[in-house]
């Protein structure tokens, strides 16, 4: 079966850090583009970052900027995205998804896999 696993979620204080990781299952993630989305409750669900297969391009929604870092270990064949100086706002369910094909990095329609989610909780 294909599928993605996040994990890394949890509660923590305005301010703090978080770190999510992406793993596959029955294919090789280090094949693959992956993207970071988010939805908060009662929102539609929002592009958060991306990077490319070898490393060498990331991007980022503007509400994350300076404060997210998205990278992966090829070797290890998982993603991660770094959430520093986390918000309320950035509250929400916290999903990872691969593609195969280079396409709008802010399109979920355009992606081949996705994960569950992981809650993210910010709050004091």
């Known amino acids: 079966q294909l599928q993605l696993e996040e994990s890394g979620g949890g509660l923590v204080q305005p301010g703090g850090s978080l770190t999510l990781s992406c793993v596959a299952s029955g294919f090789h993630l280090d094949r693959y583009f992956v993207g970071w989305f988010r939805q908060a409750p009662g929102k539609e669900r929002e592009v958060v970052s991306y990077?490319?297969?070898?490393?060498?391009?990331?991007e980022y929604a503007d509400s994350v900027k300076g404060r997210f870092t998205v990278h992966r270990n090829n070797a290890k064949k998982v993603v991660y995205l770094q959430m520093n100086n986390l918000k309320p706002e950035d509250t929400g369910v916290y999903f990872c998804?691969?593609?195969?094909?280079?396409?709008?990095?802010?399109?979920?329609?355009?992606?081949?896999?996705w994960g569950r989610g992981t809650q993210v909780t910010v709050s004091s």
């Open positions: 998804a691969a593609k195969i094909i280079v396409s709008d990095w802010r399109d979920p329609e355009t992606y081949d896999y």
């Open positions: 990077i490319t297969i070898l490393n060498d391009d990331t």
